[in-house]
């Protein structure tokens, strides 16, 4: 039995693929719910426009379309970034189809079009994930093997100087001790927070706030700090001390890329943002609601050459940085199920955290 014209189009409507129809001058005569959601635009305004004024590319992708209405032949492109209309960027598949209009029977192309930014930002948090894993199960053995020479070390730098015979010579195994501590002590911030998290119902525009008086003290009101808070956004359940220590150390990563920027940046910008986000997909686990925090500010950017490392420990773009604010800031968020992701450019850096607010 063949599917008539009604029960087409409705399978049309509910493809999780978009799919445009357009006639040989490459203007879109018809487009299907998803692909109104992939370019962001609807259908009542996208009908009779310019593919290109939709979705821009390149001029050899605007050529090989016009070619494959003039050959008949198919072709397809993988992981292409695309512009929208607004001036979203975003990364897609696609497939173009040479096909016969359905009633006109003149040339049209069949475009099917498949979202990869979803796919492909789930792909880099597992592999985040897994990295973060990774990395702590090392540092975990490395400061076992460390620490337990180190308190050997320290113990017999304490014998030694009840045997010294002289006062003086005390100041060797002073710098012994001292030295042995600085070590642990360096040692207990690769591990990061110790302390079993005291998970409580807490509020994320005081954590916010708090943050920001430190950020100006700090910084001796230097940086203009921008607020843009959703204040319908519920309690989390969360350690608050330590969602504190974890967006300060961006904040304050982001204090000091300002204020050392050369050329100095004439007004230099902190900007927090918070909005909830609904079907979010954290690493393998989608979340029904979601809160996204996002920290932005306007300094130099991350150098590239550091971007790919980021939260890795001993990874820092300051010669005096120890590089482990973000490794901790990473480690706090992943152990109540979030994670941090960044973008950066010269001009403009956002950290984005995601929090999943149903009960864990």
Known sequence: MLASAIVNQRLLE???????????????????????????MSGQRGLGVPFWELAE?????????????????????????????????????????????????????????QGRDRLMRISREEQLIAKQETTRNLVRGLAHEI??????????????????????????????????DRL????????????I???????????????????????????????DYDPSIPELQADKGQMIQALLNICRNAMQA?????????????????????????????????????????????????QENLFYPMVSGRAEGTGLGLSISQSIINQINGIIEFESHAGKTIFSIYLPLEAL
């Open 14 to 40: 509910h493809l999780n693929t978009g799919v445009l129809l357009l006639n040989a001058d490459l203007i879109v005569i018809y487009m299907n719910p998803a692909a109104e959601a992939l370019l962001e």
């Open 147 to 180: 620490k337990n020479p180190l308190g050997g070390i320290r113990g017999a730098a304490q014998l030694l100087e009840r045997e010294l015979p002289s006062e003086g010579l005390k100041e060797y195994t002073e710098i012994i001790i001292e030295e042995a």
């Open 258 to 306: 300002l204020l050392e920027a050369q050329p100095a940046i004439a007004t230099p910008t902190l900007s927090l943002k918070t909005r909830t986000v609904r079907q979010f997909t954290i690493g393998h686990k989608r979340h029904r609601l979601v809160a996204q925090i996002e920290i932005c500010d306007n300094g130099p950017g991350i150098p590239s050459e550091l």
């Open 197 to 227: 998290p005291q998970t409580e119902d807490v509020n994320i525009h005081e954590i916010l706030e708090r943050v920001c008086q430190l950020i100006s003290v700090e910084s001796n009101n230097a940086i203009t700090i921008n607020r």
């Open 184 to 195: 642990r002590d360096l040692v207990d911030r690769l591990l990061g927070p110790r302390q």
């Open 57 to 113: 590319e390149s001029e050899e992708a605007r050529q090989a379309l016009e070619q494959s209405v003039v050959s008949g032949h198919s072709y397809t492109k993988r992981e292409t970034s695309i512009l929208l209309h607004n001036q979203h960027q975003i990364t897609l598949d696609y497939s173009v189809s040479p096909v016969a209009h359905p009633e006109t029977k003149l040339p049209t192309l069949l475009i099917e079009l």
